[in-house]
Nanobody, 121 residues
Framework: VQLQASGGGWVQAGGSLRLSCAASGPIFSINGMGWYRQAPGKQRELVAS???????KYSDSVKGRFTISRDDAKNTVVLEIHSLKPEDTAVYYC????????????????WGQGTQVTVSS
């Protein structure tokens, strides 16, 4: 299974970006999907997550500015980012809990390669 993230870039404070992550390979089902970020010198942190029933969770720092959604037909998770701040600058990673086959009851965690988001003040 591979996760391909895209949509990062450079933007001025107050701007918007749309990050997308597509999963490919042997996929039977995907439970949770999410976005994490890691700023220089800091630990990777959860930004937003979404599970199969559409329930979402956001970190306090992004609530009201970020929106996560998923398209199960395309095995894709999207993060809409608005009102960007310089402190949002980080490498953003997508993650998915994937069940690869009908006969395999357990899911495995896969990570995308990361996409850089840079916000200038």
């Amino acid at each position: 299974v591979q996760l391909q993230a895209s949509g990062g870039g450079w933007v001025q404070a107050g701007g918007s970006l749309r990050l997308s992550c597509a999963a490919s390979g042997p996929i039977f089902s995907i439970n949770g999907m999410g976005w994490y970020r890691q700023a220089p010198g800091k630990q990777r942190e959860l930004v937003a997550s979404i599970i199969g029933d559409g329930s979402t969770k956001y970190s306090d720092s992004v609530k009201g500015r970020f929106t996560i959604s998923r398209d199960d037909a395309k095995n894709t998770v999207v993060l809409e980012i608005h009102s960007l701040k310089p402190e949002d600058t980080a490498v953003y990673y997508c993650k998915a809990d994937v069940r690869t086959s009908f006969i395999e009851p357990d899911s495995q965690v896969y990570w995308g390669q990361g996409t850089q988001v840079t916000v200038s003040s």
